[in-house]
Nanobody
Framework: EVQLVESGGGLVQPGGSVRLSCGAS????????MSWVLQAPGKGPEWVSG?????????NYADSVKGRFTIARDNALNTGYLQMNSLKPDDTAVYYC?????????????WGQGTQVTVSS
């Protein structure tokens, strides 16, 4: 069974830090691109960051999180991470992990259930 399970969210004070984890099972995680997407209350999904296996592990970030968030992955542990520092109330959202692979046979995209991050004093 294919699964992506996020963890690590919670309530954090402004300026604080949290690390999200994304555990994968049921597929070859290391062969997939990995991204994080957030959805804030009442808003649509917003891409946050991605790491691109097909580009030699290149990482990219939305302007809103650049310099504050760091994406990483440990393929041996089938786990991805999002280190979130200098958090702001505007970062409050449900954060989702996505793993995607494109090949001649099709596009395979998996999502986790999301983890809530609330930034508030």
């Amino acid at each position: 069974e294919v699964q992506l399970v996020e963890s690590g969210g919670g309530l954090v004070q402004p300026g604080g830090s949290v690390r999200l984890s994304c555990g994968a099972s049921g597929f070859t995680f290391g062969s997939y691109e990995m991204s994080w997407v957030l959805q804030a209350p009442g808003k649509g999904p917003e891409w946050v960051s991605g790491t691109f296996t097909s580009a030699g592990g290149k990482t990219n970030y939305a302007d809103s999180v650049k310099g504050r968030f760091t994406i990483a992955r440990d393929n041996a542990l089938n786990t991805g991470y999002l280190q979130m520092n200098s958090l702001k109330p505007d970062d409050t959202a449900v954060y989702y992990c996505n793993a995607q692979s494109s090949s001649w046979s099709g596009v395979y995209s998996y999502w986790g259930q999301g983890t809530q991050v609330t930034v508030s004093s």
